[in-house]
């Protein structure tokens, strides 16, 4: 499986945006999806997850702003970003696993073991 994120770029705080990470190869409809971020000199974190069940993960700073959701028809997974914040800044990646997880490791990025490249999303105050 390959992973292909966009939608990253500048907003001012407040903003929105709204990344996208399209999968070729193999069926991902049974896949969990994560999209996880890195800002300099910090460990990379997992911003929201869903699995293919419906369960979600989304980490407490982004609760209420942000909405992960699918489309398994056109094997999509997008990250609705609202009242962003200059914290939100960072590059944003988008990952993938057909194994099953139980939600306590859902926000794992050793959980994953498919990557997209970054996209960068910049938050001015």
């Known amino acids: 499986v390959q992973l292909q994120a966009c939608g990253g770029g500048l907003v001012q705080a407040g903003g929105f945006l709204s990344l996208s990470c399209a999968a070729s190869?193999?069926?991902?409809?049974?896949?969990?999806m994560g999209w996880f971020r890195q800002a300099p000199g910090e460990a990379r974190e997992c911003v929201a997850a869903l699995k293919s069940s419906g369960g979600t993960y989304y980490t407490d700073s982004v609760k209420g702003r942000f909405t992960i959701s699918r489309d398994s028809a056109k094997k999509t997974v997008f990250l609705q970003m609202n009242s962003l914040k200059p914290e939100d800044t960072a590059v944003y990646y988008c990952?993938?696993?057909?194994?099953?997880?139980?939600?306590?490791?859902?926000?794992?990025?050793?959980?994953?073991?498919?990557w997209g490249q970054g996209t960068e999303v910049t938050v001015s105050s």
């Open positions: 190869g193999r069926s991902f409809s049974g896949y969990t």
């Open positions: 990952a993938g696993t057909a194994r099953y997880l139980i939600s306590s490791i859902m926000g794992l990025p050793d959980a994953y073991e498919y």
